[in-house]
């Protein structure tokens, strides 16, 4: 009878904290949508902290990190919340690898740390693994929006590699990784037919049609930008940039 009650008062409390968790997470969706972007992230460490493993929760985590990273001013506060995000994106691959969401956060948290890492051979580690991550993603799920995007915008830069990151993949690669702008054009337009209101996936198919010499291609998806709703704090910036960009172009 005893063990009975605990299995059953065990289930209780299950059911109720899974109810509490669907509750947390609607209202962290709310706070997105408002662009109340550290609410949103305050509320889905709440939820981890009642189930550490949720995985939409750890990677959310991971997408508002890198976010509000990307506004950072300071180098220092800009490398933080790249590293927490990348700490959350394993966390979500931990929990649950057979998840394209889990290799997407991985592949996308991996190319922001090429951004702040300044190691050759740590940048190049990073390169890899957004490749690897982005590629399981899409074994995994061929239609998630933003794991095509990520590799796209990893083509992108492979064909278009400058400065430290050029000199650190020639040196550990032993020469160039395939990456072209027609591969990059290619998963950066299926993104734009699966998620058509994601800013910055419009921003640099625009640039990749412009270094791959496609400037009409270019002006019309620039257009198609800056006419886009504002639904994230990135939208801003990124909007106002291709506004500047398209002006170049005219």
Same mark, same amino acid.
């Given at each position: ?83 927490? *995000? %990348? $700490? ?6 931990? +929990?649950?690898? #057979?998840?394209?969401?889990?290799? @997407?956060? &991985? !592949? ?28 399981? *993603? %899409? $074994? ?6 933003? +794991?095509?995007? #990520?590799?796209?915008?990893?083509? @992108?830069? &492979? !064909? ?38 994601? +800013? ?51």
């Amino acid at each position: 009878m005893k063990f009975l009650f605990s299995v059953i008062l065990s289930f209780v409390i299950i059911s109720a904290q899974s109810q509490d968790i669907n509750i947390m997470l609607k209202e962290a969706d709310n706070f997105e949508k408002q662009q109340k972007e550290p609410e949103a992230l305050d509320k889905y460490k709440q939820i981890l902290l009642l189930d550490p493993v949720q995985l939409k929760a750890l990677v959310k985590s991971a997408e508002l990190n890198v976010s509000i990273g990307n506004r950072q001013v300071d180098k220092n506060s800009k490398r933080l919340y790249y590293e927490t *995000a %990348l $700490s959350f994106a394993n966390r979500a691959f931990n +929990a649950d690898s #057979t998840q394209a969401d889990a290799s @997407y956060a &991985m !592949a996308m948290a991996s190319g922001k740390m090429t951004d702040v890492e300044t190691e050759n051979k740590k940048i190049v580690a990073y390169v890899k693994d957004v490749k690897r991550y982005a590629d399981k *993603a %899409l $074994s995994i799920n061929p239609d998630h929006a933003k +794991a095509n995007y #990520t590799l796209g915008k990893w083509n @992108y830069e &492979m !064909a278009n590699l400058s400065g430290l990151k050029k000199v650190a993949v020639k040196l550990f690669y032993g020469g160039l990784p395939e990456g072209t702008f027609e591969q990059a054009i290619q998963y950066m337009e299926k993104c734009k037919t699966l998620e058509p209101y994601f +800013a910055t996936n419009y921003l640099d198919l625009a640039k990749a049609y412009k270094e791959d010499r496609k400037p009409a291609q270019a002006i019309e998806v620039l257009n198609k930008l800056v006419k886009l709703p504002t639904r994230t704090s990135d939208d801003i910036a990124v909007k106002a940039e291709g506004a500047k960009l398209l002006e170049s172009m005219q």
